[in-house]
């Protein structure tokens, strides 16, 4: 027989053969089929986070004999794609932790949330819990958040003894004088930031126009702070305060960059306290985020955990929230392994909290953050303030054009969505 | 013909590429073995302490990965082969004016499937087989990687059925074999090169889909390769270290797989290429 | 376009070569092999090609025997139109409707061309277009004439040629996302290319964050991806010439590179012609490296069609702007193809 008839045979019974086993061959993380399986949905990476929650997986399915948790990974880009086509096919996890503060519109449009509000009204806990942990759309909540992770300012104390400065700015101001001290020593850099053309630019941005008082319903009637802010970052750009290649950083990124230790200064978020407690190699200060003339603001990011529209197991999911998330004991374990800042507060007065002097920046942060808005092209709205990040950090825009564009876009997308926002 | 200029030139074109090529292998390999700090500290330093950290942290995903791959690969790779061939050979037959047609619009029509952004259609695909209840099942994430892959497959198997010569098929006529036992007997046999091409280009493509992958699998599957590979990069985290180790690990296989086809790959094309 | 064929033909019909020429023994040796066999076999090679030759000008002598084989077209039609076309066909329709998050999968109303109006309004598509046009002519520049330049010299058959190649074609067949990966950390301010820079002195570059340079930077990046396979295609065409024809120009006096223009290239011309038309669609779908290597930044300026339609669908929520993106993509690499097209056409009928 010719090599390539074999070749032939050979795929042919290939196809059949392992076409006719595939429903078992193929391998599982769940467990055997004795076992009911609650599928959950993240798209967390980490290895703290990770750990932190197959711990309490350990936990759920101790309690709850007979049940068998199945996390599956999503990629991220992957994950709003696969929830929205879920809702329509049914077929879909049993609970999702969710990019609530880009998504939430869209899920909840789509049905892929179910309304937990008689779960939520009936927990007990609830009162603990801040009113910006619950999202709600018509009076009725879809997500709950156990944790929030916000942005604050990272500082290289090594790096900036040198430079005679030893508290770390709590102004713009400040911060433009530290940077351009550390500028001028020609060493090392100024501020890792993220400026990537998505809504991770926004999200580092953002904070920078709320602390001036802007947000992003305000935007257009505010176009004199927008364009000095831009202006402001345009400037630190140009004189090498901040890197022109962070205008493609991505927050993992620029985090990175500033535990490699050459950055004076990295505003980055609370999850990357645990790295920087383990793995840095210099002294890392935490800050709030600097202030732009008013009180300092961030956005409460982090994710949403829900239950899955379709799920036939929504109790177990419920339940599972509980012991995953929302108990204490989670939340402050949670923090441990990750850094997540908790949202309860008696998990919030936790000793292991109120000792961890790194975490209390982000921790006073919580008490003063800003309201997403709510608009069903919340994304759009996030994508045009990142482009005009991105575009003043690497020269393609000066300040001015940016501030336009972001003001145009901004004003666009919130059209495009119905023109609500508050 | 060639003077010793022209020798000294084939060499520095050679030293340049084998340095163009080699320095991301390299890189991959030296950061696959750097710890976590040493990974963002010194990317490009040569003179590390070598760490396990990251093999050690992601040899069982690669492992069970690499059980995915292989599958999804040589089901799709074979299914490819099993469709591509006939049609390969039904596209390059010449019978009539009518015939000329229809392979002249199949050949166009080949091309404009091929224009298709990947991921623009994953949506439509969730329908269809949504529609045929294989959503969440292996057989339609191989389909949907066999409609993928299968019109280039058929546009790089063509030109190898057009070479083989009329007169092989009449002799076969003449003796009374029927269409299919000629195809048995003289196509498949003559198509042998470009089979073998085909079936690492699709093998190699198949191993390295993930957006498919990642939208129909069956929920709780583990991964294919480039689907863990994807979830390195994350928000929160990117695992440089972590990803060349996979990366180095999961490439092994191919290296199995490349060692094998290599110089067929190298050598199958000279025989008419992509025409 | 004969002359790797008329080769083949003395390989099918001389049965001692049941390898072929170049799967046994490497480039130029088949050039010997398959003289040696023209002059064994009553010089099969050119009397087989002549004997082909008479039989494609003369179809009518196959059309009384022969049925069109509409039978082994069958499994491959059924995949394609349920997995390929039909997907085209809501791709299609998806473009012409109001598709968004809470209507992803059904439920869609047509709105007409409103989509198309919107996106060829916005310059941010004629920027992106442009970019893209940009791109392939780069990667055009790098599959047509680099390649030729590096398979040229790449033609002898050697220990060291085989290893050059067997390093690219590995390097090819690794999954984007890894390359990519390897590439960004390459091109960072502080990466490889960068220290090195510093190391003798110049100044950095900011290969993917200067917003006139980062195109070009993923147009390398694109490059050195796909080079080694359009230098294998090359390559094997060209071994696949009859040595005879470059011997003559030899001994008329030609240096190599007249030869490989004057000669070797004329002889290429339906090689290079689809690998054209595989590097426009390889521009005009690229995306993955892109998205790794910039997310189409710094600001909008590297990015390209695909990444655009990309980041309307899925992070914008727009999928049917995105469609739109798509099938306008569709319809302008459809009007760079029709060349092809036509050639296919004509070498169909022949």
Same mark, same amino acid.
């Given at each position: 027989m010719k090599a390539s008839t074999k070749i032939f045979i050979a795929a042919t019974s290939c196809v059949a053969l392992v076409g006719s086993l595939s429903s078992c061959t193929l391998s599982s993380n769940s467990g055997s089929s004795g076992n009911k399986t609650l599928t959950v949905w993240t798209y967390y990476s980490d290895t703290g986070q990770k750990n932190a929650l197959s711990e309490r997986d350990a936990v759920f399915e101790k309690d709850n004999p007979g049940w068998k948790v199945n996390q599956v990974q999503v990629p991220f880009d992957q994950m709003d794609q696969k929830l929205l086509a879920a809702?329509?096919?049914? /077929?879909?996890?049993?609970?999702? &932790?969710?990019?609530?503060?880009? !998504?939430?519109?869209?899920?909840?449009?789509?049905?892929?949330?179910?309304?937990?509000?008689?779960?939520?009204?009936?927990?007990? !806990?609830?009162?603990?819990?801040?009113?910006?942990?619950?999202?709600?759309?018509?009076?009725?909540?879809?997500?709950?958040?156990?944790?929030? /992770?916000?942005?604050?300012?990272?500082? /290289?104390?090594?790096?900036?003894?040198?430079?005679?400065?030893?508290?770390?700015?709590?102004?713009?101001? !400040?911060?433009?004088? &530290?940077? &351009?001290?550390?500028?001028?020593?020609?060493k090392y850099q100024g501020l890792a930031e993220a400026g990537a053309p998505q809504v991770e630019g926004a999200w580092l941005f953002m904070p920078w126009l709320l602390s001036a008082g802007v947000n992003y319903c305000s935007l257009s009637s505010h176009a004199d702070r927008v364009t000095a802010t831009y202006r402001r970052i345009a400037a630190w750009a140009k004189n090498g305060y901040i890197p022109q290649a962070a205008a493609t950083w991505d927050q993992a990124t620029a985090w990175q960059k500033f535990m490699a230790g050459d950055y004076a200064f990295g505003l980055n978020g609370n999850w990357n306290l645990r790295d920087a407690k383990t793995n840095a190699t210099f002294t890392v200060t935490t800050a709030q985020f600097p202030t732009n003339g008013g009180p300092s603001v961030v956005f409460p990011g982090g994710e949403g955990l829900g239950i899955f529209a379709k799920s036939k197991n929504a109790e177990m999911a419920w339940k599972y929230l509980q012991t995953q998330w929302l108990s204490k004991d989670a939340q402050v374990r949670n923090f441990q392994t990750s850094g997540s800042v908790p949202f309860r507060s008696d998990a919030t007065s936790d000793a292991t909290l109120a000792q961890d002097a790194a975490a209390l920046p982000f921790l006073k942060a919580t008490t003063n953050v800003a309201a997403w808005p709510h608009n069903p092209k919340t994304a759009d709205m996030q994508i045009s303030i990142g482009k005009a990040v991105s575009a003043t950090i690497s020269g393609q825009q000066t300040g001015e054009e940016a501030a336009q564009s972001a003001m145009a876009g901004v004003a666009a997308a919130q059209k495009a969505g119905g023109g609500g926002c508050e | 013909m060639k003077s010793s200029g022209h020798k000294a030139g084939e060499t520095i074109v050679k030293i340049l590429l084998i340095l163009t090529y080699t320095t991301p292998l390299a890189w991959i390999?030296?950061?696959?073995?750097?710890?976590? +700090?040493?990974?963002?500290?010194?990317?490009?330093?040569?003179?590390?302490?070598?760490?396990?950290?990251?093999?050690?942290?992601?040899?069982?995903?690669?492992?069970?990965?690499?059980? =995915?791959?292989?599958?999804?690969?040589?089901?799709?790779? $074979?299914?490819?082969? *099993?469709? %591509?061939?006939? =049609?390969?050979?039904?596209? %390059?037959?010449?019978? +009539?004016?009518?015939?000329?047609?229809?392979? =002249? %619009?199949?050949?166009?029509?080949?091309?404009?499937?091929?224009?298709?952004?990947?991921?623009? =259609?994953?949506?439509?695909?969730? +329908?269809?087989? $949504?529609?045929?209840?294989? *959503?969440?099942?292996?057989?339609?994430?191989?389909?949907?990687?066999? $409609?993928?892959?299968?019109?280039? $497959?058929?546009?790089?198997?063509?030109?190898?059925?057009?070479?083989?010569?009329?007169?092989?098929?009449?002799?076969?006529?003449?003796?009374?074999? +029927?269409?299919?036992?000629a195809f048995l007997s003289i196509t498949l046999p003559m198509l042998r090169n470009g089979m073998f091409i085909v079936l690492s280009f699709v093998f190699i493509a198949a191993w390295g889909e993930f957006v498919y992958a990642i939208n129909f699998l069956p929920h709780g599957t583990v991964f294919p390769v480039s689907g863990v590979l994807a979830q390195q990069i994350s928000v929160y985290s990117v695992g440089w270290n972590r990803l060349m180790a996979l990366a180095v690990i999961t490439c092994l296989p191919l290296l199995a797989v490349f060692m094998f086809a290599q110089k067929r790959l190298v050598h199958g094309l000279s025989l008419g290429a992509v025409k | 376009m004969l002359q790797p064929r008329r080769k083949l033909v003395g390989a099918a019909v001389n049965s001692t070569l049941t390898l072929g020429p170049g799967s046994r023994c490497s480039s130029r040796c088949s050039s010997s092999s398959s003289s040696s066999s023209s002059s064994s076999s009553s010089s099969s090679s050119s009397s087989s090609s002549r004997l082909s030759l008479v039989r494609l000008r003369h179809p009518q002598n196959r059309n009384r025997v022969q049925q069109a084989p509409w039978l082994y077209l069958v499994a491959t039609g059924a995949a394609l139109t349920g997995f390929a076309l039909y997907p085209l066909f809501v791709l299609f329709r998806m473009s012409v409707s109001d598709v968004g998050p809470t209507n992803l999968l059904s439920g869609w109303n047509v709105i007409g061309t409103q989509n198309f109006t919107d996106i060829l309004a916005t310059a941010d598509f004629w920027m992106s277009l442009n970019r893209t046009f940009g791109l392939t002519a780069a990667l055009l520049i790098s599959s047509l004439g680099i390649a030729f330049f590096c398979a040229s010299m790449l033609l002898t058959a050697s220990r060291s040629t085989n290893i050059v190649l067997g390093v690219m074609v590995f390097c090819w067949a690794m999954p984007p996302i890894v390359t990519s990966s390897v590439w960004k950390f390459l091109l960072d301010n502080d990466g490889l290319f960068n220290s090195a820079l510093k190391a003798v002195g110049l100044p950095l570059v900011g290969w993917l964050s200067s917003p006139n340079l980062a195109i070009w930077s993923v147009a390398i990046v694109l490059a050195w991806a796909g080079l080694p396979f359009s230098v294998m295609v090359i390559r094997g065409a060209m071994l696949s010439i009859s040595p005879e024809i470059t011997e003559a120009a030899a001994i008329d006096g030609a240096g190599f590179w007249r030869t490989q223009f004057s000669i070797v290239f004329p002889q290429l011309r339906p090689t290079l012609w689809i690998l054209a038309v595989l590097t426009v669609l390889y521009g005009f779908k690229s995306f993955d490296f892109i998205y790794v290597l910039t997310k189409g930044g710094p600001g909008t300026t590297s990015s390209t069609l695909p990444v655009l339609a990309y980041f309307s669908a899925f992070n914008g929520f727009n999928w049917s702007i995105g469609a739109a993106i798509a099938v306008l993509t569709i319809i302008v690499v459809a009007i760079v193809a029709i060349p092809y097209m036509r050639s296919v056409r004509k070498e169909v009928a022949e």
């Open positions: 809702a329509q096919t049914g /077929n879909g996890p049993d609970v999702i &932790a969710n990019n609530v503060v880009v !998504d939430f519109p869209s899920l909840v449009g789509a049905g892929v949330l179910k309304d937990i509000s008689g779960e939520w009204n009936g927990y007990a !806990d609830k009162g603990l819990f801040p009113d910006s942990s619950v999202w709600r759309s018509n009076g009725k909540v879809y997500n709950v958040m156990s944790y929030t /992770n916000l942005l604050g300012l990272y500082g /290289n104390m090594d790096i900036l003894a040198q430079y005679g400065i030893t508290t770390m700015p709590t102004t713009m101001d !400040d911060m433009e004088a &530290a940077l &351009a001290k550390v500028q001028a020593g020609g | 390999i030296l950061n696959s073995l750097k710890s976590d +700090s040493d990974v963002l500290t010194k990317p490009n330093t040569v003179i590390f302490t070598p760490s396990f950290e990251a093999y050690n942290t992601v040899f069982l995903d690669g492992v069970g990965a690499i059980f =995915t791959s292989l599958q999804v690969s040589l089901l799709v790779t $074979a299914a490819v082969l *099993l469709l %591509a061939t006939p =049609t390969a050979y039904a596209l %390059a037959t010449k019978v +009539s004016h009518g015939w000329n047609r229809v392979v =002249t %619009a199949t050949l166009t029509l080949l091309l404009i499937l091929q224009l298709v952004p990947q991921p623009m =259609t994953v949506i439509p695909l969730y +329908s269809v087989l $949504a529609t045929w209840g294989l *959503l969440g099942t292996l057989p339609g994430l191989i389909l949907a990687d066999v $409609a993928l892959f299968l019109p280039f $497959a058929i546009m790089l198997l063509r030109p190898f059925a057009v070479s083989v010569p009329t007169a092989v098929y009449e002799a076969a006529e003449i003796d009374g074999a +029927s269409r299919w036992r | -």
